[in-house]
């Protein structure tokens, strides 16, 4: 069964600090990845997807992410974090053979004016 | 994108009473899916629901306590049933769109007293 590892629980940055969310999965075949951002009170949103192709994909608000196959990871990074990013971030994977989709345990972003 | 309305969003229930989710699809969709969010936890699956067949149970999870409706395309149902305070959560409805993007509704939060 596949499983997703989110290693920093609680993150908090300054403002126009960088970031870098770690997310590792464990699945042998081909997977598809997803980060999904909680803002408080709000409903999960996609943030950027990955299927195939290049493995460095952009995705909204200034979001992009990098998967490396050799290393089962699709990291979540932004040059330059505002106050509004503040928010929980999850990690998702799925594959051809199990379409729903297996969560991180999320990162909680505290971005501090 | 699919627009998914969930009812109710929030509800207070007392404990031994059970309590129907509606999720309503503005769109046909082949894969629905139900999910919990226990407070300050990731997302847990609870079951794909079929169209026209019996809804799949991830371990742990069983009809008798979770049933699940799905009569077409566009409409799933939610039973939380014999309710006790460890089933306050957020459940919610997400769905695929048919490109490999699952899409989640807003959520509805229950409370069991």
């Known amino acids: 069964a596949q499983s997703v590892s989110q290693h920093n629980h609680h993150v908090i940055l300054s403002e126009a600090a960088s970031l870098e969310l770690g997310c590792n999965y464990s699945?042998?075949?081909?997977?598809?990845l997803f980060w999904y951002v909680q803002y408080p009170g709000q409903h999960l949103q996609l943030l950027l997807k990955?299927?195939?192709?290049?493995?460095l994909v952009k995705g909204i608000k200034g979001f992009e992410a990098e998967f490396i196959k050799s290393k089962f990871s699709f990291n979540l990074r932004k040059p330059s974090v505002q106050w509004s990013d503040t928010a929980e971030y999850f990690c998702?994977?799925?594959?051809?053979?199990?379409?729903?989709?297996?969560f991180g345990s999320g990162t909680r972003l505290q971005v501090q004016p | 994108s699919a627009v998914i309305s969930q009812k109710p969003s929030r509800d207070i229930c007392q404990r031994g009473t059970s309590l129907t989710i509606q999720c309503q699809v503005d769109?046909?969709?082949?894969?629905m899916f139900w999910y919990r969010q226990q407070p300050g936890q990731s997302l847990t699956l609870i079951a794909t629901?079929?169209?026209?067949?019996?809804?799949?149970?991830e371990s742990g999870f069983v009809i008798d306590k979770f049933p699940i409706s799905r009569p077409n395309l566009t409409f799933s149902t939610l039973t939380v049933s014999n309710m006790s305070p460890e089933d306050s959560s957020i459940y919610l409805c997400?769905?695929?769109?048919?490109?490999?993007?699952?899409?989640f509704g807003e959520g509805s939060w229950l409370t069991v007293v």
């Open positions: 997400s769905v695929e769109d048919g490109e490999n993007t699952i899409y």
């Open positions: 699945y042998g075949g081909t997977v598809n």
């Open positions: 990955y299927f195939s192709g290049d493995p």
């Open positions: 998702a994977v799925n594959h051809a053979g199990r379409r729903a989709l297996t």
């Open positions: 769109s046909q969709v082949t894969m």
């Open positions: 629901a079929n169209q026209g067949s019996e809804a799949t149970y």
